[in-house]
């Protein structure tokens, strides 16, 4: 894993992959399959619906959040929980590809 000891500056995320104040801090960790970041969502907002090609794993920290897969309810997500989007039904616009 390539591991980042000067991340460098937090960054707004950008307003057309997320609602309301985010703040995202540079990538501290990198494999072939995984960037590892902290985010930090404000009250009330969130992300536009996305897709990870090889999942997701959500660990919050602080404050409660909702995640929701594709065609599924959303699920409470509270610190020290983690959470996995499956790559089958990823958090997607679009649909995510297929294992090949």
């Known amino acids: 894993m390539k591991h980042n000891s ?3 500056p937090i960054e707004k995320g ?5 609602t ?6 540079p990538s501290v960790g990198q494999t072939t399959h995984a960037d590892i970041r902290n985010v930090m969502f404000t009250p009330g907002s ?3 619906w996305h897709c990870h090609p090889d999942g997701q794993v959500l660990h ?3 404050g409660l959040g909702l995640v929701q897969n594709r065609g599924e309810s ?3 997500c509270a610190p020290e929980t983690p959470s996995r989007a499956s790559r089958a ?3 997607g616009m679009a649909p995510c590809p297929t294992p090949s």
């Not at 950008?14 to 997320?18: A, E, I, L, Y």
């Not at 309301?20 to 801090?25: A, E, K, R, S």
């Open 89 to 91: 039904n990823g958090t």
């Open 46 to 48: 969130r992300s536009a």
């Open 20 to 25: 309301g104040d985010v703040w995202l801090w």
């Open 74 to 76: 959303p699920v409470s």
């Open 60 to 62: 919050v920290t602080n």
């Open 14 to 18: 950008p307003s057309d992959r997320f």
């Open 6 to 8: 000067d991340p460098g």
